[in-house]
């Protein structure tokens, strides 16, 4: 099992910037990913950035150039900054570990609303 806690959503104005976070606790193995993905009204959960241990990171290409995924190792916590949002990053964003066990768990999600 894992507990995952996820900060930092909020309201911002477009252009906005806000910085999310995600701690894991888990007694079930080394972590090997950690990655946010993005629900918004009405659309199917979509992959935002993930970073592997080594640090090896993927972005969304809608992301790419305004979002920075970073990850502290021993501290087990992931950060998302997002810079230069818009309407279109309203989403409910949700933290995701992956185990090198392969098993995989979901934070509770936290809410982002990007609005004038």
């Known amino acids: 099992q894992a507990q995952i806690e996820e900060s930092g959503g909020g309201v911002v104005q477009p252009g906005g910037s806000l910085r999310l976070s995600c701690a894991a606790s888990?007694?079930?193995?080394?972590?090997?990913?950690m990655g946010w993905y993005r629900q918004a009204p009405g659309k199917q959960r979509e992959l935002v950035a993930t970073?592997?241990?080594?640090?090896?990171?993927t972005y969304a290409d809608s992301v790419k150039g305004r979002f920075t995924i970073s990850r502290d190792i021993a501290a087990r916590t992931a950060w998302l900054q997002m810079n230069n949002l818009n309407t279109e990053d309203t989403a409910v964003y949700y933290c995701?570990?992956?185990?090198?066990?392969?098993?995989?768990?979901w934070g509770q999600g936290t809410q982002v609303t990007v609005s004038s």
């Open positions: 995701n570990v992956e185990l090198y066990t392969s098993q995989t768990f």
């Open positions: 888990t007694s079930s193995g080394a972590i090997y990913t």
């Open positions: 970073i592997s241990e080594d640090k090896i990171t």
